[in-house]
């Protein structure tokens, strides 16, 4: 066990079924008055509803799109600053959460967003507080202070405590509705989280605890909310998994399954997850050593290996993407050389080398 570590952790967080219909007494509790929600544009019906129900909902936008551009939080400020809020309500998967925390982030700012996405200028702490209400099990990013935003082309993961939610709904009934494909894309960007979460350099003893559990519950439940997206206790469990996955790697940071994902999704359109899964089984092969074992046996395989054919099985079974040819790769070394220039690639615990990553995708011809 590693002996020294630290572990900082802030968010409230209120799980359970239908509790988000407790988010007035949350907005009662901490004197919130004026909010402004941000959602994803399959969720305006359901933030319409909340802000009829909450007074204190003075404005809705739910023009972020998945991949969310730093455009869209632009206009996402200017509608924050009509209603001039005192607290933002994130209601969507990763693109609004991540959208709201800069939106949260930057109110009091009079300097250009871009400053801050290039981070060349640091975040002030004077900002507003986000609720973090996630529809889908998979993001983790309601206990994170991680935002990953796209400006044009271009993909950044920006960290900063700024970021970091004031609190967190996680009811898994607003899952019900994700349908099956995006259900296993986001079970298995969890998974990436509570993998690369345990085996990140920054590993500590904390979160190897909550990747455990993480990795168990997901490969315990996934199928059956794939299979049956209405079995409540299934999504009851993605979310918790998914939670916890998102308390690890909050702490250890991803490693290369999110370095590797961000030229997939950049250059081949390959949403988050999908592109997650697509090098997941294969960096559990590079980085299995006995920590792994250790892991695998607790999410009851025998040994790593067998956790990886599990993966492969899932992909297959959702038809999502397995083989360069499906992805649209021609250009192995090019994609290698991008995904070799991920900071995040850094924290793999086996040091990643170009003829590393070139075989890895060889391997997936
Ligand atoms: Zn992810």
Not at 65 to 84: G, Y
Not at 169 to 194: E, F, N, Q, R, Y
Not at 276 to 295: G, M, Q, S, V, Y
Not at 334 to 360: H, V, W, Y
């Amino acid at each position: 066990m590693k002996k020294e570590f630290s572990f900082y952790h802030q968010v409230r967080i209120y799980f359970g079924r239908g509790e988000v219909d407790n988010l007035s007494r949350l907005l009662n509790e901490f004197g919130f008055k004026r909010a402004i929600v941000i959602c994803d544009p399959f969720f305006k019906d359901k933030a319409l509803q909340m802000a009829k129900k909450e007074k204190k909902i003075k404005a809705v936008f739910s023009d972020i799109k998945p991949d969310p551009q730093l455009a869209d939080i632009t206009t996402a400020m200017q509608v924050e600053q009509t209603i001039n809020a005192d607290v933002v309500i994130a209601l969507g998967g990763g693109s609004a959460i991540d959208s709201a925390k800069f939106v949260a982030a930057l109110k009091y700012s009079s300097f250009d967003i871009q400053e801050y996405y290039y981070q060349k200028r640091s975040f002030s702490y004077t900002k507003i507080p986000v609720i973090a209400i996630p529809t889908t099990a998979g993001t983790g990013s309601e206990v994170t202070q991680v935002a990953v935003i796209n400006h044009n082309d271009e993909k950044r993961t920006i960290s900063d405590k700024a970021f970091l939610p004031f609190a967190c709904i996680v009811d898994s009934s607003l899952t019900l509705t994700v349908p099956p494909k995006m259900t296993m894309i986001c079970g298995l960007d969890a998974l990436s989280h509570a993998l690369e979460g345990y085996w990140s350099v920054h590993n500590q003893p904390i979160c190897d605890l909550y990747s455990k559990e993480s990795v168990k519950l997901i490969m315990e439940n996934l199928e059956t909310a794939f299979d049956n997206g209405k079995d409540i206790e299934a999504r009851d469990n993605m979310s918790y998994a998914s939670l916890l996955a998102g308390l690890s790697f909050a702490q250890t940071k991803t490693a290369a399954v999110h370095a590797c994902s961000y030229p997939l999704s950049i250059d081949y359109g390959m949403p988050h997850g999908e592109a997650c899964a697509f090098t997941l089984d294969k960096f559990i092969e590079i980085n299995a050593d006995e920590r792994l074992e250790e892991l695998s046996r607790y999410a009851g395989f025998s040994n790593p290996l067998e956790m990886t054919d599990e993966i492969k099985r899932l992909k297959k079974k959702a038809e999502l993407k397995t083989t360069l040819k499906d992805a649209g790769v021609e250009d192995i070394e090019g994609l290698a050389k991008k995904c070799l220039n991920q900071p995040l690639i850094k924290n793999n615990p086996k040091k990643i080398t170009l003829d590393i990553l070139i075989k890895l995708f060889e391997g997936l011809r």
